[in-house]
């Protein structure tokens, strides 16, 4: 099996990438691959100095086909009852990215339990952080509630923010005034 996928990927890193015909001259064609279709079609000729084209000659050997690099079969977990049904000697599972965090945390940790390995996610470092981030959300609720003010003393805070501003409000208007009569005084003048 480990002679198989070493196999696999010295062919990997031998074979070419595969992209649609003409991008390097066109700029709104993208990369993806697309079958080339012109009856002239160099490409599709398999014309010597050409791009290569997909074909069953690229393949990895069948016994390792779809395995992660690993040895491991990938399966995908959506919720921490899928982990139970996942043999840890031959599969190796892939959080999805849908996710959420509180999910993720009880999957990871149940893994863990379970010795089984998670192949797209630092299982230990992602622990860590989401009860770091846990932790300091809660201790945040804590710190935020204040103790409530008398009614009486948070009226009349807002009676003195009130009276603050028509001051202020008043100001502005009289500084405002003085500006035209100035500019009034100035043209007669």
Do not use: C
């Not at 990438?17 to 279709?37: A, C, G, N, V």
């Amino acid at each position: 099996m480990k002679g198989l996928l070493e196999i696999r990927k010295e062919l990997k890193e031998r074979k070419p990438e595969f992209i649609r015909q003409d991008t390097q001259k066109r700029k709104k064609l993208s990369l993806k691959w697309k079958k080339p279709k012109g009856i002239h079609s160099k490409m599709r000729h398999n014309f010597k100095g050409k791009r290569k084209s997909p074909s069953p000659g690229y393949k990895s050997p069948s016994k390792v086909r779809g395995l992660h690099a690993s040895g491991l079969r990938i399966v995908n977990v959506h919720s921490a009852g899928d982990v139970d049904n996942i043999k840890k000697d031959t599969d190796g599972i892939v959080v999805s990215s849908r996710v959420g965090m509180k999910k993720k945390y009880e999957i990871l940790k149940k893994a863990k339990q379970l010795g089984i390995s998670v192949l797209n996610i630092n299982a230990d470092d992602r622990i860590k952080k989401i009860e770091v981030f846990l932790s300091s959300k809660k201790n945040g609720k804590k710190e935020s509630k204040k103790e409530p003010k008398d009614k009486d003393q948070a009226k009349e805070e807002g009676h003195k923010e009130k009276e603050q501003e028509q001051k202020l409000f008043e100001e502005d208007k009289k500084e405002a005034e003085k500006r035209e009569k100035d500019k009034l005084l100035t043209r007669k003048a």
